[in-house]
T-cell receptor
Framework: NAGVTQTPKFQVLKTGQSMTLQCAQDMNHEYMSWYRQDPGMGLRLIHYSVGAGITDQGEVPNGYNVSRSTTEDFPLRLLSAAPSQTSVYFC??????????????FGPGTRLTVT | AQTVTQSQPEMSVQEAETVTLSCTYDTSESNYYLFWYKQPPSRQMILVIR??????QNATENRFSVNFQKAAKSFSLKISDSQLGDTAMYFCALTNFGNEKLTFGTGTRLTIIP
């Protein structure tokens, strides 16, 4: 198993550009999430999905869109990049079948810089 | 709302010594999970240890153990016989049962000195 994969690893955007961060998992996990990590603030939840076709907002959803058309993929779209979106982005997944563990598996992260 | 507080931004310890990282939290739920994640310079988030709130026994994973004080809402991580590979950021995190939101503390940067 590759686990949770993210592409790209690094990206530089100009203000106003749009892009999609890709996330895929091969563990057949139902739950997937996107977090951003900023210096001194830990990780914060952007959006999450509890299954194909179902998404919901997290703590900091503004400026981001998500969709979940398959169990494996959970892309994060930046509609119009802003310097405040400069951050490291992590995708995570977990298996709802393992009742009581709640363990999330994280991808390697994408470092995004918006100039 | 749930919160996680790590009051030690940085710590350092000599190799082979024992170090304890502190974490306090707040939640209104009775059924929740607590985690310690390690983030080395590679940036990968690695689960170190997990504690279910309904379990009274403290979790242990090899050199890593926790001191879970439910009434005090405290969840500290003890690393015994510290190794150079333990150098990393350590994050304490909390999630309520059935909830997707994993709330993180701000992290403690741990340096193991040779």
């Amino acid at each position: 198993n590759a686990g949770v994969t993210q592409t790209p690893k690094f990206q530089v955007l100009k203000t106003g550009q749009s892009m999609t961060l890709q996330c895929a998992q091969d563990m057949n996990h139902e739950y997937m999430s996107w977090y951003r990590q900023d210096p001194g603030m830990g990780l914060r939840l952007i959006h999450y999905s509890v299954g194909a076709g179902i998404t919901d907002q997290g703590e900091v959803p503004n400026g981001y869109n998500v969709s979940r058309s398959t169990t494996e993929d959970f892309p994060l779209r930046l509609l119009s990049a802003a310097p405040s979106q400069t951050s490291v982005y992590f995708c995570a997944s977990r298996n709802s079948g393992l009742a009581g563990t709640n363990e999330q598996y994280f991808g390697p992260g994408t470092r995004l810089t918006v100039t | 709302a749930q919160t996680v507080t790590q009051s030690q931004p940085e710590m350092s310890v000599q190799e082979a010594e024992t170090v304890t990282l502190s974490c306090t939290y707040d939640t209104s739920e009775s059924n929740y999970y607590l985690f310690w994640y390690k983030q080395p310079p590679s940036r990968q988030m690695i689960l170190v240890i997990r504690q279910e709130a309904y379990k009274q026994q403290n979790a242990t994973e090899n050199r890593f153990s926790v001191n879970f004080q439910k009434a005090a809402k405290s969840f500290s991580l003890k690393i015994s016989d510290s190794q150079l590979g333990d150098t990393a950021m350590y994050f304490c995190a909390l999630t309520n049962f059935g909830n997707e939101k994993l709330t993180f503390g701000t992290g403690t940067r741990l340096t193991i000195i040779p």
